[in-house]
T-cell receptor, first 113, second 118 residues
Framework: GENVEQHPSTLSVQEGDSAVIKCTYS??????FPWYKQELGKRPQLIID?????GEKKDQRIAVTLNKTAKHFSLHITETQPEDSAVYFC????????????FGKGTSLLVTP | GAVVSQHPSWVICKSGTSVKIECRSL??????MFWYRQFPKQSLMLMAT?????????EQGVEKDKFLINHASLTLSTLTVTSAHPEDSSFYIC??????????????FGPGTRLTVL
């Protein structure tokens, strides 16, 4: 079936540096691409999302870029802080599914002081 | 708005017993509810889609007779894990799409249920 690939699986950066996580998807009909932050034992928390008619979106320190032709999208976190440490998941909408999501395998981000 | 609650938050049961997980939309009508499963240190995997008043749609590899889904009202969907075994131990999360309009895609997740089968 359709899937979402996410890289890297782990990422360690120093506080203040930028972090970039990349995802590719295979379903050409996907039109919604959210990013989630998940802390251990808790529900995923939406941090930013982008729709297929937009190439880039920014919200303070967080930005997402989408290349529909290449079927990849990326999360950029600038000026990272220790509290950004968590697992991040990208996802892509599943076409003809009523808005269900296909998730990447996650990236464990560690921001060291 | 768009709050989803889930109960219980955690449950421990013996192998062979059944466990029911409830997912409620508190301030909106959830015509669709998605059920995901997340094994430790893994991603969320879609198990099934439930629609109010109709049969659930299961993803490939998910046994419909083992994971019974009922969506009898616009505010309640339930997942029953029948004859649970240790390999069913997981974090189960429900979610519902957002309200009409531009935010329709956004998912509202329940807090999850941690199931441990001994």
């Amino acid at each position: 079936g359709e899937n979402v690939e996410q890289h890297p699986s782990t990422l360690s950066v120093q506080e203040g540096d930028s972090a970039v996580i990349k995802c590719t998807y295979s379903d050409s009909a996907s039109n919604y691409f959210p990013w989630y932050k998940q802390e251990l034992g808790k529900r995923p928390q939406l941090i930013i999302d982008i729709r297929s008619n937009v190439g880039e979106k920014k919200d303070q320190r967080i930005a997402v870029t989408l290349n529909k032709t290449a079927k990849h999208f990326s999360l950029h976190i600038t000026e990272t802080q220790p509290e950004d440490s968590a697992v991040y998941f990208c996802a892509a909408s599943i076409s003809n599914s009523g808005y269900a999501l296909n998730f990447g395998k996650g990236t464990s981000l560690l921001v060291t002081p | 708005g768009a709050v989803v609650s889930q109960h219980p938050s955690w449950v421990i049961c013996k192998s062979g017993t059944s466990v029911k997980i409830e997912c409620r939309s508190l301030d909106f009508q959830a015509t669709t509810m998605f059920w995901y499963r997340q094994f430790p240190k893994q991603s969320l995997m879609l198990m099934a889609t439930s629609n109010e008043g109709s049969k659930a749609t299961y993803e490939q590899g998910v046994e419909k007779d083992k994971f019974l889904i009922n969506h009898a009202s616009l505010t309640l969907s339930t997942l029953t894990v029948t004859s649970a075994h240790p390999e069913d131990s997981s974090f189960y999360i429900c979610s519902s799409p957002g309200l009409a309009g531009a935010s329709r895609n956004e998912q509202f997740f329940g807090p999850g249920t941690r199931l441990t089968v001994l």
